[in-house]
Nanobody
């Protein structure tokens, strides 16, 4: 059974930082590209960032470029999202995702985590 378990969400003031973690189990982690998505109330789930199997290739949504960094530790079956200079518009539930191809949209996702709430106050 595949499980993706996120942690690290919370409440932070604008300009602050958070680091999300996602631990994967039940799948060959090194064989999967990993990504992060987010969904704000009343909005569709949107792509945030993704990394290839060994982390050599990364993609970011334009609004987070220069502020967010995705990384992975294959020895720990974990993918991270470092979020700096957070803005109120970053408020959303953040979801970890795993796919067999590089992830750039929801259609590339084979597995989802349960989500972790990130709230940025102004």
């Amino acid at each position: 059974q595949v499980q993706l378990v996120e942690s690290g969400g919370g409440l932070v003031q604008a300009g602050g930082s958070l680091r999300l973690s996602c631990v994967a189990s039940g799948l060959p982690f090194r064989a999967f590209a990993m990504g992060w998505f987010r969904q704000a109330p009343g909005k569709e789930r949107e792509f945030v960032a993704a990394t290839s199997w060994i982390g050599g290739t990364t993609n970011y949504e334009d609004s987070v470029k220069g502020r967010f960094t995705i990384s992975r530790d294959n020895a720990k079956n974990t993918v991270y999202l470092q979020m700096n200079s957070l803005k109120p518009e970053d408020t959303a539930v953040y979801y970890c995702a795993a796919g067999t191809n590089l992830i750039t949209s929801t259609i590339h996702v084979n597995y989802w985590g349960q989500g972790t709430q990130v709230t940025v106050s102004s």
